[in-house]
């Protein structure tokens, strides 16, 4: 998908920093892409960039790519700025103008293009990705669009009722709200790999709306908030496979929808920058990010009714205690897991064996890479002593210290 005719290609031959590479060609001003080396001359054509960088690239594989006759700059390992500035602005005469109200006012004019009179449901699920999705699809489109909202029971506390106040109170919107907690469950009964259930969830979300698009009649596309992210971690657009996104692997083939994903190009950081532009409030754009599973995926192994509320009950400890310590928007994520661990304990002067919970916090800036965030350990101590006095059967705490890479950030 090309944004703007101004736009930079990066072709990825390996490189581990080709990700921050097309990141960094954006916060320059410039629109950039992240594509595999597999494409062929035709589809570069088609993409129409103004140059081409070669990421990670071995000099016996670039050949043909130098045909095309556009500016080409390789790049062996991270380039020093002043290069990068160089190749932009002086080699491919770029304008610069990238931002995120430009973003807006082009997605608008072809949101309006492709949809024309036609109409648009939309997958909100609340989070951060699928509420910039509503409100832009929203802007261009007005009553042609129908959010609808699907609690699956696996959203965070008190969460189902905050988007119904946000949506439909305050923006007014055209908004349905499913109670769809006894059907995703009973498809997750008994599941216990992480893949299968991300695409159980994804699947599920497709049916549940194809049964509302049945009973509202002609709606021709579903909007949702796929981000680059998600398409990168999903093997495409230059990624490895690292996991299937609900919204990118996880979605079936005999979907009744056209799809219509306006962030798709975006990075997270990006996406609350157009959030921003749109006059989304503070507490939606930077609500603490949540994948489309939910705690389907913050429950290890099967999920059932009981560990899903046990773990939304620690997670909501979490993060009241991070908030009260002023860290809320010093850490770009953090929430509790359910391990699958059982252990022995004391609760009571009695033994006990109940469950392990885990604390995840990072630092971010798009979720592509991440360190822990180091907690003050009083902090921490106060979380742990809450969760282990006031969420039935949890007798243990532990914090996760681990980085990504290796690890991700979710568990599952």
Known sequence: MTIEKEMILVLDYGSQ?????TRKIRELGVYSELRLPSLTNDQIKELNPKGIILSG??????????????????????????????????????KGDWSAAN???????????????????????????SSVVAALVHRAIDDQLTSVFVDHGL?????????????????????????AEDRFLSKLAGVKDPEEKRKIIGNEFIYVFDDEAERLKDM????????????????????????????VGGLPEDMQFELLEPLKALFKDEVRAVGIELGLPEEIVWRQPFPGPGLGIRVLGEVTKEKVEIVRE??????????????????????AVLPGIQSVGVK??????DHTVGIRAVHSVDGMTSDFARIPWDVLEKISRRMTSEVDQVNRVVYDISSKPPSTIEWE
Request: charged share 30%; hydrophobic share 35%; proline share 1%.
């Open 17 to 21: 920093t080709s990700q921050e590479l």
């Open 57 to 94: 690239v071995q000099a016996d594989e670039t050949e043909d790519v130098f045909k095309l006759g556009i500016p080409i700059l390789a790049i062996e390992s991270d380039s020093e700025e002043s290069l990068l500035k160089n190749f932009l602005f002086d080699t491919c005469d770029c």
């Open 103 to 129: 973003y807006v006012e082009h997605e608008v004019k072809r949101i309006r293009e492709i949809v024309g009179t036609r109409k648009v449901l939309c997958a909100l699920s609340g989070g951060v990705d």
């Open 155 to 179: 959203l965070r506390k008190n969460e189902g009722d905050l988007v119904m106040e946000t949506f439909k109170d305050k923006f007014k919107m055209n908004i349905i709200r499913i109670d």
């Open 220 to 247: 021709d596309f579903l909007a949702q908030g796929t981000i680059y992210s998600d398409v990168i971690e999903s093997g495409a657009d230059g990624g490895k496979m690292v996991k299937s996104h609900h919204n």
């Open 314 to 335: 620690a997670d909501a400890i979490l993060r009241e205690e991070i908030a009260s310590a002023g860290l809320d928007r010093d850490i770009w994520q953090y929430f």
């Open 348 to 353: 009571d002067g009695e033994r006990t064996y």
